[in-house]
């Protein structure tokens, strides 16, 4: 099977080597140093337990030189998806399955979902339209990631997960056949696949975690276990947990407020930075329109009133701004 991982950097690097260790034809979108080491030297994974593979694999810089593909998989940063994907060619985009690997709640979420009756207003995620545009929102996979990674060096990844999962699922349920009959001949001993019917639902799950631990990381630096080890800090943790899960429920998926003991609780949580505070750390374009302001979005549009996260958003845009990672106010 051929397989093409658009952004090769920690998660996709790890799935990578995943899938190219389980027989898998893997082509590499990389950029900068990543890519050169990846074509000098191949791409190295170090494993939680602290064991080392590197494999040679087929590695560019530029979409239009992907080549035939039976799968696409983007673990592309949310702000950079449409323009990367604007550069595949169209008879890949068209005609190949694209499944987007990312944190925070898919572009195509509104898509064929209604969960109350005033309109659900997602235009944050996919302004002026650009994904629908250059994809079928239809036939959209969407899949959330369990797996902790870090590019420590260029064309080097560290996983610090001892299970590293992918739930994967069709932005219309009805297809989730479709899907699993996609990825039952993909098989890895290093990631395990899941297909599951409702993955809004899953998104949401994930979604929480982000919500408590990033704001926090980029306004402090601090690691996951750091932030829960933090009693003073512990409670703001939990109520963003918590406002989130509201939202959630009001789009139907209820129950998720339970969670909050196992995810946000002191000696619970991994000893890395959020993905959020990695790209401030590395001044890239960071996820604060899908995984926060999204968010806020949907508890104003449901009447559920979310005063932590609005008192912490204004800030983490601000910290953001200054980096050069979030576009300026206007």
């Known amino acids: 099977m051929r397989v093409a991982i658009l952004g090769a950097g920690a998660t996709g690097g790890c799935l990578a080597i995943s899938l190219a260790e389980a ?19 191949g791409l190295r994974l170090i494993d939680a337990e602290g064991g080392e593979i590197t494999r040679q694999m087929k590695a560019v810089d530029d979409p239009a030189d992907l080549g035939p593909q039976d799968l696409l998989i983007s673990t592309l940063k949310a702000p950079a998806l449409p323009l990367v994907l604007g550069k595949v060619p169209e008879t890949l985009r068209r005609n190949v399955p694209l499944l987007t690997a990312m944190n925070g709640v898919f572009w ?9 009756s005033r309109a659900l207003d997602t235009s944050r995620l996919d302004p002026a ?6 994809t079928d929102p239809g036939a959209a996979m969407g899949a959330v990631i369990y797996s902790t990674n870090e590019v420590v060096a260029a064309g080097v990844v560290r996983n610090r997960s001892k299970t590293n999962r992918l739930v994967i699922g069709s932005s219309q349920p009805d297809r989730t056949d479709h899907v699993a009959a996609l990825f039952q001949r993909l098989s890895s001993p290093r990631f395990e696949f899941e297909v599951v019917a409702d993955i809004r639902r899953r998104m949401w799950h994930k979604l929480l975690r982000n919500l408590s631990s990033a704001p926090i990381s980029v306004l402090t630096a601090a690691r996951v276990r750091e932030i829960n080890d933090d009693p003073q800090v512990l409670g703001l943790a939990r109520a963003l947990f918590l406002e989130g899960a509201q939202v959630a429920a009001a789009h139907g998926f209820s129950g998720l407020s339970a969670d909050v003991e196992d995810v946000v609780s002191p000696g619970v949580g991994a000893l890395q930075r959020p993905s959020m505070r990695q790209d401030l750390d590395l001044r890239r374009p960071m996820e604060i329109d899908s995984i926060l302001r999204i968010v806020q979005d949907f508890g104003r549009q449901s009447d559920v009133y979310v005063p932590v996260l609005d008192m912490i958003v204004p800030l983490v845009i601000l910290r953001a701004r200054t980096a050069g990672c979030y576009p300026p106010a206007v």
């Open 23 to 41: 027989g898998c034809d893997v082509t590499l979108l990389a950029r900068g140093a990543h890519f050169d080491a990846i074509r000098q030297s």
């Open 108 to 116: 195509w979420y509104g898509h064929g979902f209604q969960p109350q």
């Open 129 to 134: 339209g650009q994904m629908s545009l250059l």
